[in-house]
C-alpha cells in the first residue's frame, strides 16, 4: 500500500533490485533495438526463474492426475498440488486449506460466486459494485441481475479516484445481497478502504466479494482481519502462471453453495438414481485441473516471499512517487487516478496524442505499457476519456525504468509537435 504524495526514502541499497531483474530471464532481451523497459504488469507479470523452473520440473518429473491414482507419481503430483493449496491458504491468512478453491483467475471466481453463492437471488435483491471495477468485477452480476431480476447499484468515485463511502451507505439496505468491490483498481492504481467497506456491508446483513487480483502482487493480505466473505486474485498477476487463480470463501458459505460445474472429482457417488457431491473444496473442482497451475503459483509465493512483501512493498511506493514526479514536469500530461492511498499504476493521457499512439512510439523505444480502457469502461467514462496510456510497476522495476518511460514520453511529444 502506497501514498504517492508521500516520498519514502530510497531503499535500493537494501532492495537489490538488479539482482531481482536478473531472476527473470524474459526482461533480458532487447525489444526493436533497445533494453525492455516491461511497464505492462497490471495486465500480466513476469515469471521468475523459479516459477519457469517448477513448471518444468513438474512436467519433467511428476506429471500425474492427481486424487485418484495409487501409484508414485500420481502421488507426488496429488501433494504437490494440495502443498500448494496450503501454500496459498497461508499467503491469504485464511483458516482452513478447505476455503481456498482453485479456479482459471479472478473472473472464473466471480463467476462461480455470481453462479452458486447467486442461485438464491430474487427479483428485487440488490447487489452493489463500484465505478472503478474491472469487467470481470461487473458482467458476471449483470448476468445474474438478468436471470434473477435482482439490480445492480453502483458506488461512485471522485475527481481523485477515490471511493465514496457515504454514497456507499447510502446505498446499503436490507435489500442488499452482496457487495462487489476492487481492493486496487487496476486503472488507477486506488486502494480502496476494503475493511471499513465490508464492516458496513456485513451491519447491512450483505456479504461481500472483494477482487484481490491488483492487490496480491503488491500488499499483504489477510482475509481473517478484512473479514471479507470472498476474496479472488489470478496468478498470472503475481508472478505466477495463466490459467490459475484462487478463490477464497468462507467455509460455512461454501458448504452452503451449490456445486458450480459437474464432472469428475466433485463426486463422492455417482449413480442415476442419487450423485452425491464431494466435500470441500474438491466439490468446486470439477474435472482435471491446471494440475501445473497451483504448483507454478506455490513457487511464485515463495518468491515473493522471500524477497520480502513488505519490502516490496516500499519499493514500489518508492518507484510510484518517483514516477509521478518524473510525469509532473512532462508538458500536457494529465494523471488520471490521484486517490491519496495508491499503489504501482501511472494512469494518464497527452494533450493532443491518442493514447494508443503513445504505446506504439514507446514500443519503438523498447517500453512496454498498456493503452486503451483497461477492462474498465466506466471508469474511462467518469473521466470522459476513451482510453489512457498506463504505466503499471512490478518488483523488478527500477528508476531507470521510469527515467525511460519519461524519457520516451518527450520524445512523442517531440514526434507530435
Ligand atoms: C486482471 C484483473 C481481473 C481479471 O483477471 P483475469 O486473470 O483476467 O481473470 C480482475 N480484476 C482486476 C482488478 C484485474 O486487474
Known sequence: MTSAAHTAPANEQTYDVHRIKADFPILAQQVHGHPLVYLDNAATTQKPRAVISALEHYY??????????????????????????????AFLNAADDREIIFVRGATEGINLVADSFGRSFRAGDEIIVSTMEHHSNIVPWQMLCERSGAVLKVVPIDDDGEFLMDEYEKLLSPRTRMVGIVHQSNSLGTVNPVKETIARAHAAGARVLVDGAQAAPHQRLDVRALDTDFYVLSGHKMYGPTGIGVLYGKRELLESMPPY????????????????????????????????????????????????????????????????????????????????????VLSFVLEGIHPHDIGTILDREGIAIRTGHHCAQPVMARYGVPATARASLAMYNSRSDVEALARGLRKTIEVFS
Open 60 to 89: 519433467a518429473a511428476d506429471n500425474a492426475n492427481i486424487h485418484r491414482g495409487v501409484h508414485e507419481l500420481s502421488g507426488r503430483a496429488t501433494k504437490q498440488y494440495e502443498e500448494a493449496r496450503a501454500a496459498v491458504r
Open 261 to 344: 460445474q459437474g464432472g469428475g472429482d466433485m463426486i463422492l457417488s455417482v449413480s442415476f438414481e442419487k450423485t452425491v457431491y464431494n466435500k470441500l473444496p474438491y466439490k468446486f473442482e470439477a474435472g482435471t485441473p491446471h494440475i501445473a497451475g497451483p504448483i507454478g503459483l506455490k513457487a511464485a509465493i515463495d518468491y515473493m516471499q522471500a524477497v520480502g512483501l513488505e519490502r516490496i512493498a516500499a519499493h514500489e511506493h518508492e518507484l510510484l512517487a518517483y514516477g509521478c514526479e518524473l510525469l509532473a514536469e512532462i508538458p500536457g500530461l494529465r494523471m488520471i487516478g490521484t486517490a491519496a492511498v495508491r499503489s504501482s
